[in-house]
Protein backbone atom coordinates (compact mmCIF):
# COMPACT_ATOMS: atom_id res chain seq x y z
CA UNK A 1 0.00 0.00 0.00
CA UNK A 2 1.32 3.18 -1.07
CA UNK A 3 0.61 6.74 0.47
CA UNK A 4 1.16 8.58 -2.72
CA UNK A 5 -1.06 6.48 -5.08
CA UNK A 6 -4.76 7.99 -5.90
CA UNK A 7 -7.36 5.60 -4.58
CA UNK A 8 -11.03 4.69 -4.92
CA UNK A 9 -13.51 3.38 -3.73
CA UNK A 10 -17.50 3.08 -3.89
CA UNK A 11 -18.74 5.09 -0.78
CA UNK A 12 -22.47 4.55 -1.00
CA UNK A 13 -22.62 0.44 -0.37
CA UNK A 14 -22.88 -2.99 -1.72
CA UNK A 15 -25.70 -4.36 -4.03
CA UNK A 16 -28.30 -2.66 -6.87
CA UNK A 17 -29.08 1.23 -5.93
CA UNK A 18 -30.21 4.10 -7.81
CA UNK A 19 -27.15 5.87 -7.57
CA UNK A 20 -23.54 4.51 -6.81
CA UNK A 21 -21.60 7.22 -5.29
CA UNK A 22 -17.55 6.61 -6.35
CA UNK A 23 -14.96 8.59 -4.41
CA UNK A 24 -11.52 9.33 -5.43
CA UNK A 25 -8.35 10.94 -3.70
CA UNK A 26 -4.85 11.53 -4.69
CA UNK A 27 -2.54 13.33 -6.86
CA UNK A 28 -4.00 11.79 -9.87
CA UNK A 29 -7.51 12.60 -9.47
CA UNK A 30 -7.66 15.48 -11.63
CA UNK A 31 -6.61 13.48 -14.53
CA UNK A 32 -8.92 10.42 -13.75
CA UNK A 33 -11.61 13.30 -14.00
CA UNK A 34 -10.31 14.80 -17.13
CA UNK A 35 -9.72 11.10 -18.79
CA UNK A 36 -13.05 9.19 -18.10
CA UNK A 37 -15.24 12.73 -17.84
CA UNK A 38 -13.27 14.48 -21.08
CA UNK A 39 -13.05 17.86 -19.03
CA UNK A 40 -13.39 18.83 -15.38
CA UNK A 41 -15.80 21.16 -13.57
CA UNK A 42 -15.74 23.90 -11.78
CA UNK A 43 -14.60 23.50 -8.11
CA UNK A 44 -17.46 21.64 -6.16
CA UNK A 45 -19.82 22.15 -8.30
CA UNK A 46 -21.50 19.29 -9.49
CA UNK A 47 -22.09 18.81 -13.59
CA UNK A 48 -23.50 16.51 -15.68
CA UNK A 49 -20.70 14.13 -17.98
CA UNK A 50 -20.86 11.27 -20.03
CA UNK A 51 -17.58 8.81 -18.74
CA UNK A 52 -15.95 7.26 -21.46
CA UNK A 53 -13.48 3.77 -21.28
CA UNK A 54 -10.95 5.51 -22.68
CA UNK A 55 -9.07 2.33 -24.33
CA UNK A 56 -12.08 1.95 -26.74
CA UNK A 57 -13.79 5.80 -26.41
CA UNK A 58 -17.06 3.83 -25.22
CA UNK A 59 -19.13 5.41 -22.92
CA UNK A 60 -19.52 3.88 -19.78
CA UNK A 61 -22.60 5.83 -17.73
CA UNK A 62 -23.73 9.34 -17.49
CA UNK A 63 -22.77 10.66 -14.11
CA UNK A 64 -23.20 13.45 -12.13
CA UNK A 65 -18.88 14.92 -11.30
CA UNK A 66 -17.84 16.86 -8.34
CA UNK A 67 -14.28 17.56 -8.60
CA UNK A 68 -12.36 18.70 -4.92
CA UNK A 69 -8.99 20.02 -5.44
CA UNK A 70 -7.01 19.75 -2.01
CA UNK A 71 -6.45 20.71 0.93
CA UNK A 72 -9.89 22.03 2.18
CA UNK A 73 -11.35 18.41 0.90
CA UNK A 74 -12.49 15.71 3.17
CA UNK A 75 -9.01 13.79 2.61
CA UNK A 76 -6.97 17.17 2.56
CA UNK A 77 -6.00 16.11 -1.04
CA UNK A 78 -7.36 16.23 -4.47
CA UNK A 79 -10.96 14.50 -4.77
CA UNK A 80 -13.19 13.37 -6.82
CA UNK A 81 -16.68 12.12 -7.07
CA UNK A 82 -18.46 10.13 -9.33
CA UNK A 83 -22.59 9.86 -9.02
CA UNK A 84 -23.22 7.08 -11.14
CA UNK A 85 -26.36 4.89 -11.35
CA UNK A 86 -25.91 1.79 -8.99
CA UNK A 87 -26.76 -0.82 -11.61
CA UNK A 88 -24.05 -3.95 -11.08
CA UNK A 89 -22.54 -4.02 -14.21
CA UNK A 90 -22.62 -0.12 -14.46
CA UNK A 91 -20.41 -0.05 -10.70
CA UNK A 92 -18.41 -2.92 -12.26
CA UNK A 93 -17.68 -1.46 -15.54
CA UNK A 94 -16.80 1.85 -13.86
CA UNK A 95 -14.47 0.58 -11.28
CA UNK A 96 -12.46 -1.74 -13.78
CA UNK A 97 -11.36 1.20 -15.55
CA UNK A 98 -10.67 3.24 -13.07
CA UNK A 99 -8.27 0.79 -12.02
CA UNK A 100 -6.79 0.36 -15.17
CA UNK A 101 -6.00 4.12 -14.63
CA UNK A 102 -2.21 5.40 -14.08
CA UNK A 103 -1.55 5.65 -10.00
CA UNK A 104 -4.60 4.50 -9.36
CA UNK A 105 -6.12 1.42 -7.44
CA UNK A 106 -8.78 -0.04 -4.76
CA UNK A 107 -8.89 2.04 -1.71
CA UNK A 108 -8.22 -0.19 1.74
CA UNK A 109 -10.59 -0.21 4.57
CA UNK A 110 -10.86 3.21 6.23
CA UNK A 111 -7.77 4.40 3.73
CA UNK A 112 -9.82 7.74 2.74
CA UNK A 113 -10.35 8.49 6.49
CA UNK A 114 -6.58 7.53 7.78
CA UNK A 115 -5.54 10.13 5.11
CA UNK A 116 -7.88 12.91 6.25
CA UNK A 117 -6.07 11.63 9.83
CA UNK A 118 -2.55 12.29 8.62
CA UNK A 119 -3.10 15.27 6.56
CA UNK A 120 -4.24 16.94 9.61
CA UNK A 121 -8.06 17.54 8.79
CA UNK A 122 -9.44 15.41 12.17
CA UNK A 123 -8.14 14.13 15.20
CA UNK A 124 -8.11 10.86 16.28
CA UNK A 125 -11.17 11.50 18.43
CA UNK A 126 -12.99 12.70 15.47
CA UNK A 127 -12.20 10.03 13.03
CA UNK A 128 -13.70 7.68 16.34
CA UNK A 129 -16.49 9.68 16.06
CA UNK A 130 -17.27 9.39 12.73
CA UNK A 131 -16.97 5.39 13.07
CA UNK A 132 -19.52 5.42 15.63
CA UNK A 133 -21.89 7.42 14.05
CA UNK A 134 -21.53 4.74 11.11
CA UNK A 135 -22.61 2.26 13.11
CA UNK A 136 -24.81 4.10 15.23
CA UNK A 137 -28.36 2.04 15.43
CA UNK A 138 -29.98 4.45 17.83
CA UNK A 139 -30.69 7.97 18.39
CA UNK A 140 -28.73 8.21 21.39
CA UNK A 141 -25.69 6.72 20.08
CA UNK A 142 -26.28 8.78 16.87
CA UNK A 143 -26.34 12.35 18.89
CA UNK A 144 -23.33 11.01 21.07
CA UNK A 145 -21.30 9.75 17.78
CA UNK A 146 -22.03 13.06 16.21
CA UNK A 147 -20.92 15.58 19.46
CA UNK A 148 -17.76 13.72 18.98
CA UNK A 149 -17.12 14.02 15.06
CA UNK A 150 -17.93 17.84 16.10
CA UNK A 151 -15.03 17.75 18.63
CA UNK A 152 -16.46 17.62 21.98
CA UNK A 153 -13.62 15.03 23.21
CA UNK A 154 -10.99 16.41 20.90
CA UNK A 155 -11.54 20.07 22.14
CA UNK A 156 -12.04 18.84 25.56
CA UNK A 157 -8.55 17.27 25.35
CA UNK A 158 -7.40 20.42 24.10
CA UNK A 159 -7.96 22.07 26.47
CA UNK A 160 -6.37 19.82 29.47
CA UNK A 161 -3.72 19.79 27.43
CA UNK A 162 -3.56 23.21 27.06
CA UNK A 163 -4.21 23.54 30.94
CA UNK A 164 -1.17 21.59 31.82
CA UNK A 165 1.12 22.89 29.38
CA UNK A 166 0.49 26.35 31.17
CA UNK A 167 1.08 24.60 34.47
CA UNK A 168 4.39 23.49 33.13
CA UNK A 169 5.61 27.03 31.66
CA UNK A 170 4.85 28.00 35.36
CA UNK A 171 6.66 24.85 37.04
CA UNK A 172 9.86 25.96 34.23
CA UNK A 173 9.77 29.56 35.56
CA UNK A 174 10.01 27.96 39.06
CA UNK A 175 12.88 26.32 38.13
CA UNK A 176 14.90 29.22 37.13
CA UNK A 177 13.75 31.17 40.19
CA UNK A 178 15.16 28.17 41.84
CA UNK A 179 18.38 28.48 40.75
CA UNK A 180 18.71 31.93 42.26
CA UNK A 181 17.28 30.56 45.45
CA UNK A 182 13.80 30.43 46.85
CA UNK A 183 10.74 29.76 44.45
CA UNK A 184 8.05 32.86 45.19
CA UNK A 185 5.46 31.21 47.38
CA UNK A 186 2.68 32.94 45.15
CA UNK A 187 4.01 31.54 42.28
CA UNK A 188 4.02 27.61 43.60
CA UNK A 189 0.74 28.10 45.09
CA UNK A 190 -0.53 28.81 41.48
CA UNK A 191 0.72 25.57 40.23
CA UNK A 192 -1.27 23.89 42.47
CA UNK A 193 -4.13 25.47 41.93
CA UNK A 194 -4.01 25.08 38.35
CA UNK A 195 -3.30 21.55 38.93
CA UNK A 196 -6.16 20.71 41.30
CA UNK A 197 -8.79 22.49 39.31
CA UNK A 198 -7.56 19.89 36.48
CA UNK A 199 -7.30 17.14 38.18
CA UNK A 200 -10.63 17.52 39.64
CA UNK A 201 -12.49 18.65 36.07
CA UNK A 202 -10.36 14.99 34.87
CA UNK A 203 -12.06 13.18 37.54
CA UNK A 204 -15.19 14.58 36.85
CA UNK A 205 -15.05 13.24 33.56
CA UNK A 206 -13.64 9.90 34.04
CA UNK A 207 -16.46 9.37 36.72
CA UNK A 208 -19.13 9.15 33.82
CA UNK A 209 -19.17 5.81 32.20
CA UNK A 210 -22.30 6.40 30.38
CA UNK A 211 -20.30 6.84 27.05
CA UNK A 212 -18.59 3.80 26.83
CA UNK A 213 -21.65 1.99 27.39
CA UNK A 214 -24.12 3.82 25.10
CA UNK A 215 -22.00 2.26 21.92
CA UNK A 216 -22.12 -1.31 23.21
CA UNK A 217 -25.80 -0.63 24.97
CA UNK A 218 -28.08 -1.79 28.24
CA UNK A 219 -27.33 -5.85 28.22
CA UNK A 220 -30.82 -7.44 29.88
CA UNK A 221 -30.72 -11.36 30.22
CA UNK A 222 -33.69 -12.66 30.52
CA UNK A 223 -33.35 -15.68 33.53
CA UNK A 224 -35.58 -17.96 35.24
CA UNK A 225 -36.73 -21.50 35.73
CA UNK A 226 -37.76 -23.56 32.76
CA UNK A 227 -40.90 -23.09 30.69
CA UNK A 228 -41.02 -19.47 32.84
CA UNK A 229 -41.76 -17.80 29.57
CA UNK A 230 -38.31 -16.53 28.53
CA UNK A 231 -38.36 -16.69 24.72
CA UNK A 232 -42.55 -15.72 24.56
CA UNK A 233 -41.47 -12.84 26.07
CA UNK A 234 -38.02 -12.41 24.34
CA UNK A 235 -40.21 -12.73 21.33
CA UNK A 236 -42.93 -10.43 22.06
CA UNK A 237 -39.67 -7.16 22.86
CA UNK A 238 -37.99 -7.97 19.84
CA UNK A 239 -41.40 -8.01 18.00
CA UNK A 240 -39.75 -11.05 15.57
CA UNK A 241 -40.07 -14.69 16.33
CA UNK A 242 -36.54 -15.28 17.22
CA UNK A 243 -36.28 -18.38 19.90
CA UNK A 244 -37.88 -21.15 19.97
CA UNK A 245 -40.90 -21.62 22.09
CA UNK A 246 -42.30 -25.29 23.39
CA UNK A 247 -44.49 -27.11 26.50
CA UNK A 248 -41.45 -28.61 27.20
CA UNK A 249 -38.86 -27.79 29.88
CA UNK A 250 -35.58 -27.11 28.53
CA UNK A 251 -36.25 -26.12 25.32
CA UNK A 252 -33.41 -23.55 25.23
CA UNK A 253 -30.14 -24.22 25.44
CA UNK A 254 -27.67 -21.92 23.62
CA UNK A 255 -28.12 -17.97 24.77
CA UNK A 256 -29.93 -16.02 22.04
CA UNK A 257 -29.15 -12.50 21.56
CA UNK A 258 -31.67 -9.69 19.97
CA UNK A 259 -30.36 -6.14 19.26
CA UNK A 260 -33.34 -3.64 19.97
CA UNK A 261 -34.25 0.15 19.86
CA UNK A 262 -36.22 1.02 23.04
CA UNK A 263 -37.11 4.78 22.44
CA UNK A 264 -34.04 5.83 21.03
CA UNK A 265 -31.48 3.47 23.48
CA UNK A 266 -29.60 0.16 22.07
CA UNK A 267 -30.81 -2.98 24.59
CA UNK A 268 -29.47 -6.16 24.05
CA UNK A 269 -31.54 -8.92 25.46
CA UNK A 270 -30.45 -12.11 26.09
CA UNK A 271 -32.50 -15.79 26.13
CA UNK A 272 -31.21 -18.20 28.43
CA UNK A 273 -31.75 -21.87 29.26
CA UNK A 274 -33.88 -22.39 32.26
CA UNK A 275 -32.04 -22.97 35.00
CA UNK A 276 -32.42 -25.99 37.12
CA UNK A 277 -30.68 -29.39 38.20
CA UNK A 278 -30.00 -31.64 35.45
CA UNK A 279 -28.45 -34.67 34.05
CA UNK A 280 -28.71 -33.68 30.27
CA UNK A 281 -25.00 -32.39 29.77
CA UNK A 282 -25.85 -29.90 26.93
CA UNK A 283 -28.70 -28.48 29.26
CA UNK A 284 -26.00 -28.14 32.41
CA UNK A 285 -23.70 -26.30 29.84
CA UNK A 286 -26.78 -24.25 29.04
CA UNK A 287 -27.15 -23.40 32.65
CA UNK A 288 -23.81 -22.82 33.18
CA UNK A 289 -23.63 -20.33 30.24
CA UNK A 290 -27.02 -18.44 31.57
CA UNK A 291 -25.67 -17.88 35.45
CA UNK A 292 -22.53 -16.56 33.46
CA UNK A 293 -24.70 -14.25 30.98
CA UNK A 294 -26.74 -13.38 34.31
CA UNK A 295 -23.52 -12.24 35.88
CA UNK A 296 -22.05 -9.82 33.73
CA UNK A 297 -25.65 -8.62 32.58
CA UNK A 298 -26.79 -4.54 33.29
CA UNK A 299 -29.79 -5.77 34.46
CA UNK A 300 -31.60 -9.21 34.83
CA UNK A 301 -35.46 -10.21 34.43
CA UNK A 302 -35.99 -13.35 36.78
CA UNK A 303 -39.42 -14.49 35.27
CA UNK A 304 -41.37 -16.47 37.64
CA UNK A 305 -44.33 -18.04 36.45
CA UNK A 306 -47.86 -18.40 38.53
CA UNK A 307 -46.60 -21.62 39.91
CA UNK A 308 -43.43 -20.08 41.70
CA UNK A 309 -39.58 -20.04 40.46
CA UNK A 310 -38.75 -22.81 42.45
CA UNK A 311 -34.99 -21.95 42.24
CA UNK A 312 -32.79 -18.77 43.83
CA UNK A 313 -32.27 -16.16 41.13
CA UNK A 314 -28.75 -15.86 39.78
CA UNK A 315 -26.30 -13.36 40.98
CA UNK A 316 -26.56 -9.71 39.07
CA UNK A 317 -25.89 -6.52 39.52
CA UNK A 318 -29.57 -5.30 39.13
CA UNK A 319 -32.69 -7.69 39.08
CA UNK A 320 -36.18 -6.93 38.13
CA UNK A 321 -38.76 -9.84 38.69
CA UNK A 322 -41.37 -10.00 36.46
CA UNK A 323 -44.20 -12.33 36.76
CA UNK A 324 -45.66 -14.41 33.92
CA UNK A 325 -48.78 -15.74 32.19
CA UNK A 326 -50.38 -13.54 34.22
CA UNK A 327 -53.59 -14.18 31.93
CA UNK A 328 -53.58 -17.77 33.84
CA UNK A 329 -53.44 -16.54 37.63
CA UNK A 330 -53.86 -13.29 39.37
CA UNK A 331 -50.56 -14.99 41.43
CA UNK A 332 -48.08 -12.01 41.19
CA UNK A 333 -45.44 -13.54 43.98
CA UNK A 334 -44.57 -9.56 45.16
CA UNK A 335 -42.99 -9.66 41.63
CA UNK A 336 -41.72 -5.72 40.25
CA UNK A 337 -43.95 -6.00 37.13
CA UNK A 338 -46.36 -8.53 35.86
CA UNK A 339 -46.64 -9.49 32.23
CA UNK A 340 -48.63 -11.98 30.17
CA UNK A 341 -47.20 -12.23 27.15
CA UNK A 342 -50.05 -13.84 25.76
CA UNK A 343 -52.16 -10.81 26.01
CA UNK A 344 -49.96 -8.46 25.94
CA UNK A 345 -50.67 -7.16 29.41
CA UNK A 346 -47.66 -5.39 31.13
CA UNK A 347 -45.68 -5.38 28.22
CA UNK A 348 -45.50 -2.20 27.75
CA UNK A 349 -44.59 -1.09 31.60
CA UNK A 350 -41.82 -4.02 31.28
CA UNK A 351 -40.19 -1.63 28.52
CA UNK A 352 -41.15 1.62 30.48
CA UNK A 353 -38.84 -0.16 33.39
CA UNK A 354 -36.27 -0.79 30.77
CA UNK A 355 -36.22 2.14 29.11
CA UNK A 356 -35.74 4.04 32.72
CA UNK A 357 -32.48 1.35 33.25
CA UNK A 358 -31.13 1.99 30.08
CA UNK A 359 -31.28 6.28 30.21
CA UNK A 360 -29.76 6.15 33.57
CA UNK A 361 -26.93 3.93 32.88
CA UNK A 362 -26.61 4.80 29.40
CA UNK A 363 -27.31 8.46 29.54
CA UNK A 364 -28.41 10.61 26.72
CA UNK A 365 -25.35 10.55 24.28
CA UNK A 366 -23.87 13.56 26.90
CA UNK A 367 -20.82 11.69 27.97
CA UNK A 368 -17.39 13.30 26.75
CA UNK A 369 -15.61 9.76 26.82
CA UNK A 370 -16.43 6.87 24.72
CA UNK A 371 -13.97 4.24 24.56
CA UNK A 372 -11.64 2.61 26.62
CA UNK A 373 -9.08 4.00 25.08
CA UNK A 374 -10.34 7.30 25.84
CA UNK A 375 -10.38 6.06 29.62
CA UNK A 376 -6.83 4.63 29.65
CA UNK A 377 -5.07 7.72 28.93
CA UNK A 378 -7.13 9.90 30.93
CA UNK A 379 -6.81 7.91 33.36
CA UNK A 380 -2.61 7.65 33.22
CA UNK A 381 -3.18 11.95 32.40
CA UNK A 382 -4.67 11.96 36.41
CA UNK A 383 -2.23 9.48 37.88
CA UNK A 384 0.61 11.66 36.88
CA UNK A 385 -1.31 15.11 37.78
CA UNK A 386 -2.22 13.56 41.40
CA UNK A 387 1.09 12.61 41.90
CA UNK A 388 2.54 15.83 40.69
CA UNK A 389 -0.17 17.62 43.39
CA UNK A 390 1.46 15.33 46.40
CA UNK A 391 4.86 16.29 45.62
CA UNK A 392 4.21 19.91 45.33
CA UNK A 393 2.66 19.81 48.32
CA UNK A 394 5.58 17.68 50.00
CA UNK A 395 7.90 20.47 48.25
CA UNK A 396 9.51 17.61 46.12
CA UNK A 397 12.45 18.40 43.55
CA UNK A 398 10.61 20.48 40.85
CA UNK A 399 12.56 18.51 37.90
CA UNK A 400 10.96 15.68 39.12
CA UNK A 401 7.04 17.26 39.18
CA UNK A 402 8.15 18.65 35.66
CA UNK A 403 8.69 15.62 34.82
CA UNK A 404 5.23 14.01 36.10
CA UNK A 405 3.48 17.04 34.47
CA UNK A 406 4.64 16.47 31.12
CA UNK A 407 4.06 12.19 31.45
CA UNK A 408 0.56 13.83 32.02
CA UNK A 409 0.75 15.85 28.85
CA UNK A 410 1.54 13.37 26.47
CA UNK A 411 -0.91 11.16 28.05
CA UNK A 412 -3.57 13.44 27.40
CA UNK A 413 -2.15 13.83 23.82
CA UNK A 414 -2.98 10.71 22.77
CA UNK A 415 -6.63 10.77 22.74
CA UNK A 416 -6.72 13.35 19.91
CA UNK A 417 -3.55 11.44 18.13
CA UNK A 418 -1.31 14.48 18.85
CA UNK A 419 1.49 12.00 19.88
CA UNK A 420 2.83 8.76 18.54
CA UNK A 421 -0.30 6.74 18.06
CA UNK A 422 0.97 4.41 15.23
CA UNK A 423 -0.21 1.31 16.92
CA UNK A 424 -3.28 2.28 17.51
CA UNK A 425 -3.92 3.22 13.74
CA UNK A 426 -3.93 0.10 11.89
CA UNK A 427 -6.43 -1.21 14.40
CA UNK A 428 -8.99 1.95 14.64
CA UNK A 429 -9.20 2.29 10.65
CA UNK A 430 -8.91 -1.43 9.51
CA UNK A 431 -12.38 -1.01 11.47
CA UNK A 432 -13.90 1.31 8.98
CA UNK A 433 -15.98 -0.01 5.79
CA UNK A 434 -14.09 0.55 2.42
CA UNK A 435 -14.72 3.51 1.24
CA UNK A 436 -15.13 5.72 4.19
N1 LIG B 1 -50.95 -18.57 28.74
C1 LIG B 1 -49.71 -18.17 28.56
N2 LIG B 1 -48.78 -19.04 28.16
C2 LIG B 1 -47.51 -18.62 28.00
C3 LIG B 1 -47.14 -17.28 28.22
N3 LIG B 1 -45.84 -17.15 27.99
C4 LIG B 1 -45.38 -18.35 27.63
N4 LIG B 1 -46.40 -19.24 27.63
C5 LIG B 1 -46.31 -20.68 27.30
O1 LIG B 1 -45.42 -21.31 28.22
C6 LIG B 1 -44.68 -22.33 27.58
C7 LIG B 1 -43.17 -22.11 27.78
O2 LIG B 1 -42.81 -20.93 27.12
P1 LIG B 1 -41.30 -20.66 26.69
O3 LIG B 1 -41.26 -19.25 26.21
O4 LIG B 1 -40.80 -21.72 25.82
O5 LIG B 1 -40.62 -20.74 28.12
P2 LIG B 1 -39.05 -20.68 28.43
O6 LIG B 1 -38.94 -20.01 29.75
O7 LIG B 1 -38.32 -20.07 27.31
O8 LIG B 1 -38.70 -22.21 28.57
P3 LIG B 1 -37.28 -22.93 28.45
O9 LIG B 1 -36.59 -22.41 27.25
O10 LIG B 1 -37.65 -24.36 28.31
O11 LIG B 1 -36.54 -22.65 29.71
C8 LIG B 1 -45.09 -22.30 26.11
O12 LIG B 1 -46.06 -23.28 25.89
C9 LIG B 1 -45.69 -20.93 25.95
O13 LIG B 1 -46.66 -20.86 24.93
C10 LIG B 1 -48.19 -16.37 28.64
O14 LIG B 1 -47.98 -15.17 28.85
N5 LIG B 1 -49.42 -16.87 28.80
K1 LIG C 1 -40.11 -24.19 27.04
MG1 LIG D 1 -36.79 -20.75 26.18
Same mark, same amino acid.
Given at each position: ?16 S ?12 ? +??V ?5 S????R ?7 ? $? ?14 ? *? ?5 T ?7 ? &???G ?5 A ?16 G ?20 ? $?L ?5 E??? #? ?10 G ?7 ? $? ?33 L ?8 L ?6 R ?11 ? *? ?20 ? &???T? #? ?6 ? $? ?6 V ?8 ? +???L??? %??V ?6 A ?11 P ?39 ? &?S?L ?13 Q???I ?9 L? #? ?5 L??I ?6 G??E ?7 L ?5 ? %?????V ?7 R ?9
Open positions: MRSDDTIFATASGYGRAVCLIRISGGASR +TVETLAGVPEPRAAVRILR $DPQNGEPLDQALVLWM *PGPSSFGEDQAELH &IHGLATRAVLRVLATLEGCRPAEAEFTRRAFLNGRMDLSRVEGLA $DIDAETAQR #RQALRQLEGRLNAAEGWRE $DILQALALLEASLDFSDEGDVPEDLEAEILRKLTLAEDIRRVANRSGELREGLTVVLAGP *PNAGKSTLLNALAQRDVAIVSP &IAGT #RDTIEVHC $DLSGFPVITDTAGLRD +THDIEQ %EGSRARAKQDADVVLWLVPEGAGTEPPQARRLLSVATKVDLSHVRHNCDVAVSAATGEG &IDIRRLQTEAEAALGGDALTRQRHRSAE #RAQASIRADMMKAHPLLIAEEVRGSRAVG %EITGRDVEHLLDLFASFCIGK
